[in-house]
């Protein structure tokens, strides 16, 4: 579980996050949402310590992220696995090395156990035949899979996901969205999903942060989102065509 | 005040490049693999370099003091010392300056607007040092070996171009690169040479570890690393220059 205490942030005299407060289930895809720069992947940036929050704490199962020594950090950092917008693959490797990669720096395993491990990993997001192609070579899409198969090589307690939609067609997303609701649940990860893909809030969001204004604004699940009578909420909800659509059907 | 910032966050990335590698052998692999990229890798410019300086050299120095008051030695010596206290350590380091120290901020800068030096932070690897670490002990590792080669081939080029031309003869040549050789002249090159190596190295990661932006500041990271590398080489130079050889 990842408590978030009071957060707030300025990047000089602008303040981006304010009072932040919010609880992250374990086992659950727990969403932020919220326009582009209301704040949502700063406050990703402060949960996992890439920045240093002016005010408030984070708390990794009780114990406080920004007051742990740097190898405590370090320690919290290996039971993390992230997946990047970009997907953030290293260009000089190949596939099978980018998703060896974190067991290479932190395991004691034989090259051959690391082979078959990111193999287990690579099948499990359905990429195969692909071990020795490079980042560049591959589609968005399957990028971000391997993203996956990286993020989660290491067993990791913590999955981040940062906009893992962006500048996919929507039958990938889907694929993508089902892929870490399915990891979340077969690896009992506390889960946080960066997003405002409305679709994907509706597949698998089910404790969603609605930031705005860099505040959170809302917190609910999917079914008390439709309901929800919060105006900023529901501008954000039902911007797209599609969610306007559904909310004429349901009578809303 | 920001050029203080600068220096104060360069000696802190410094700090964290130089803190305790995840797995030794990782590093090594890689230091081998920057020795190779940043250093065999550009041996051929300071070889075509080397050996047409040393021959300007030869050709400037016979033309400057053609005077029947000269000996023919003179040309060699000083083509030998041009080479080995200035030309070599100094000229080619500046050089390096611009290969080695534009590729290393360009592709630190592509790694951190890529967000690849986030990931290798949230993995708990500590990026700085293992991305930086093995560029520093490559280029100070290889850039002796590249600065002697060096030294050889303008010695050599110098010695083609005067005998070629007929400006001096092969015996005067070689007494005069053999004249009242001093070895700790060689020494005080290598020094500066690993100097200059630990600042091209240090300065380019620097501007490219802190790139903020897109493709385009990371061009401008790279065009920096190569002037800040260049102005910081030529005032430690003139410091060390006045220490080893006053």
Redesign the interface.
């Known amino acids: 579980m990842i408590e978030v205490v009071g957060v707030g942030k300025r990047f000089g005299s602008t303040q981006v996050l304010t009072d932040i407060n919010a609880v992250f289930q374990k086992g659950k895809v727990n969403q932020i949402i919220g326009k582009s720069g209301s704040g949502k992947s700063v406050l990703a940036k402060c949960i996992?310590?890439?920045h240093k929050p002016e005010e408030g704490k984070v708390f990794y199962e009780g114990s406080s992220f920004h007051d742990m020594d740097?190898d405590e950090?370090?320690?919290?950092?290996?039971e993390?696995g992230?997946l990047?917008?970009?997907s953030?693959?290293?260009?000089s490797l190949s596939v099978l090395e980018n998703v060896m990669?974190?067991m290479?720096?932190?395991a004691s395993m034989a090259k051959s156990e690391m082979e078959d491990r990111a193999h287990t990993c690579l099948k499990r997001v359905n990429i195969i035949d692909k071990d020795k192609l490079f980042p560049a070579e591959l589609s968005g899409g399957m990028q971000k899979r391997v993203g996956i198969a990286r993020a989660i090589a290491m067993d990791p307690k913590y999955l981040?996901c940062d906009e893992p939609n962006s500048g996919l067609d929507p039958q990938t997303s889907i694929v993508i969205d089902d892929l870490i609701k399915e990891i979340t649940d077969e690896f009992k990860t506390t889960t946080i999903v960066i997003t405002h893909d409305m679709n994907s809030v509706m597949e698998t969001g089910e404790n969603i942060i609605f930031i705005h204004k860099g505040r959170k604004w809302w917190q609910g699940t999917r079914e008390e989102l439709l309901g929800s009578t919060n105006t900023e909420l529901n501008e954000f909800v039902f911007a797209s065509a599609l969610m306007r659509q559904a909310k004429k059907a349901m009578g809303l | 005040m920001k050029v203080l910032f600068h220096i104060g966050r360069y000696f802190l990335l410094l700090r964290d490049t130089f803190s305790r590698p995840e797995k030794r052998r990782l590093y090594w692999q890689r230091t081998l693999e920057e020795m190779d990229l940043l250093g065999v890798q550009s041996l051929g410019i300071v070889a075509l370099l080397s050996f047409f300086m040393g021959a300007v050299i030869t050709i400037q120095t016979k033309t400057n003091i053609d005077s029947p008051l000269i000996q023919g030695w003179v040309v060699g010596f000083a083509t030998r010392q041009s080479t080995i206290l200035e030309f070599s350590p100094t000229i080619i380091s500046l050089i390096l300056a611009g290969k080695v120290g534009s590729n290393i901020a360009a592709e630190i800068g592509s790694m951190r607007v890529k967000e690849q030096i986030d990931a290798l932070d949230i993995m708990g690897v500590n990026s700085a040092g293992y991305l930086i670490l093995p560029k520093i002990l490559g280029t100070m590792l290889f850039n002796p070996f590249l600065i002697m080669f060096s030294m050889f081939l303008s010695i050599f080029g110098g010695y083609l171009a005067g005998v070629g031309t007929g400006i001096v003869s092969t015996e005067d040549y070689l007494q005069g690169i053999q004249m009242n050789f001093n070895t700790y002249h060689v020494t005080y090159a290598l020094i500066k040479t690993v100097v200059f190596a630990f600042i091209i190295a240090t300065v380019s990661a620097y501007q490219g570890y802190y790139t903020v932006g897109g493709t385009r500041e990371v061009g401008i990271s790279s065009t920096l690393a190569v002037v800040y590398s260049n102005v910081v080489i030529l005032i430690v130079n003139y410091a060390l220059t006045q220490l080893l050889l006053i």
């Open positions: 996992v310590g890439l740097r950090k370090r320690q919290v950092r290996q993390i992230m990047f917008q970009g953030a693959l290293f260009d990669f974190p290479k720096m932190f981040f």
